[in-house]
């Protein structure tokens, strides 16, 4: 049973949602069942509040579990409940939040319980790519409600009560609690299964009305919004953040607020959203490190698919060197940049290339480069492109001249300059129209903001 109801499932929608807004659907609604003398057992509706209210005045559909009602189990009218949200929704268009506390599978109900969950994972398939769709893990969200939550769009979990799981702890051979709580929300977020890690409860439902605020309410929607940020402002020092993409992204967007997704997963690779003068954007960009690793292009690749859907412009901010490498890397890494690569150059929405720092070998081109379908390169200044850092380019290319050479250092510094001017230089990639420009950092939110109003995103 769950720890987590601070608030009721209806306190939990009437914190979401704007003051006086929210509307039931389905309250009378409870079991049918009579097996295992389930009459005697009230259910207020049958242990889920859904309805609709509204949210910054954008229209959502919201499911929240009952936890003191059987656990807030899923059975077969509990299903039923969420399943016809979730037409409601279609037909309006708009999002889908879930607010999760589940005991799991209402065992009474048996396989009228089991069809409830497969019309429910119908349903939020047939959704993916129209609405948005948001889940929040309150309490416990195990076995097949897990798969049902993961279905969603982003997940959001809170980190004092939440658990996510589909084979408890202790029921993972050679775990226990004690030794690896598997269930635990920092340990979920760190496997990838997770887009925001909060808190506490309040704070998950201040990011569900943040990320709704910012994304489109449907595939066919366009998410501007309204903002007071200089569309012109200048970024001194832009250049010294490129090591730190985050950063750098945040001072880019609007009111200097980047929505990160997965921070806990994959550090290589960041991804979030942000709007550019009211325009949502997503945003994809390389870590510290320069590489991309197997986890780092999975998260990306499913980040663009997710965009792409949404009619949401892509912003990659390239800055790499290698792949990840390791034995158990080189099993899956091949098979992650193709998929990473396939995202990239199907996506038909606009798709903006920044090299801010170096882009090297066929990790650059995977990067949303123009070989692969970018609409537009830009590049910082003093950026790197080639097949490889000019050091380990002369390596292989002047081996034995190097070693032969009276002063092999002296040898390999002046070939070292030599190639970095003729094959790395980003001027090189410019004039063969590999990058379309070359610009100032202090001026990359603006061009950024020319670039989408020149794909017609006003």
Do not use: W
């Amino acid at each position: 049973m769950s720890n987590s109801a601070k608030m009721s499932a209806r306190q939990r929608i009437e914190a979401l949602v704007d003051a006086n807004s929210f509307v039931e659907i389905g309250g009378l609604v409870t079991k049918r069942n009579t097996d295992f003398n389930m009459q005697e057992k009230a259910v207020p509706a049958d242990g889920v509040v859904t309805g609709y209210g509204v949210i910054d005045s954008e229209l959502v559909y919201v499911y929240s579990q009952d936890v003191t009602a059987l656990n807030g189990s899923i059975g077969e009218m509990h299903a039923k409940k969420i399943v016809r949200l979730y037409e409601m929704a279609m037909k309006a268009g708009a999002p889908v939040v879930g607010l999760i506390d589940c005991a799991g599978v209402r065992v009474q109900e048996a396989v009228d319980a089991l069809a409830g969950f497969g019309e429910l994972y119908l349903s939020k398939v047939k959704a993916s790519g129209v609405i948005p769709q948001i889940s929040a893990i309150l309490g416990s969200c195990g076995g097949g409600v897990a798969i049902s939550s993961l279905l969603s769009d982003f997940t959001l979990m809170d980190s004092q009560n939440g658990k996510l799981f589909v084979n408890s702890p202790n029921a993972v051979d050679g775990n226990n609690t004690d030794k690896c709580d598997t269930a635990a929300a920092a340990f979920q977020a760190e496997a990838g299964n997770v887009d925001f890690l909060c808190d506490t409860e309040a704070d998950v439902l201040a990011q569900i009305r943040a990320l709704v605020q910012i994304l489109p309410a449907n595939f066919d929607d366009y998410a501007g919004k309204e903002t007071q940020d200089d569309m012109n402002r200048v970024l001194n020092g832009f250049e010294g953040l490129v090591s730190d993409p985050v950063a750098a992204l945040t001072q880019i967007a609007d009111d200097q607020k980047f929505l990160e997704t997965k921070k806990e997963y994959a550090e290589d690779m960041v991804t979030g959203l942000m709007t550019l003068n009211g325009v949502t954007v997503g945003a994809v960009a390389n870590g510290a490190e320069q590489v991309l690793s197997t986890a780092g292009c999975k998260k990306a690749e499913k980040f663009v698919y997710f965009c792409d859907a949404f009619g949401i412009p892509v912003i990659t901010f390239t800055n790499v060197k290698a792949y990840a490498s390791s034995m158990e890397e080189e099993k899956t890494i091949g098979q992650a940049v193709a998929d990473l690569t396939c995202a990239f150059a199907s996506a038909e929405v606009p798709k903006v290339n920044v090299i801010t720092g170096e882009a090297f070998g066929s990790a650059y081109v995977a990067m949303n480069s123009k070989h692969i379908g970018a609409d537009l390169v830009l590049a910082l200044e003093g950026a790197k492109v080639g097949v490889m850092d000019a050091k380990s380019a002369v390596q292989v290319m002047y081996q034995d001249e190097i070693s032969k050479a009276k002063d092999t250092k002296a040898s390999l510094e002046e070939k070292t300059k030599e190639y970095d001017e003729l094959q790395c230089n980003v001027n090189i990639a410019a004039k063969r129209g590999y990058v379309d420009n070359i610009i100032d950092g202090s001026e990359i939110r603006k061009q950024l903001i020319y670039a989408m109003q020149m794909f017609g995103m006003r």
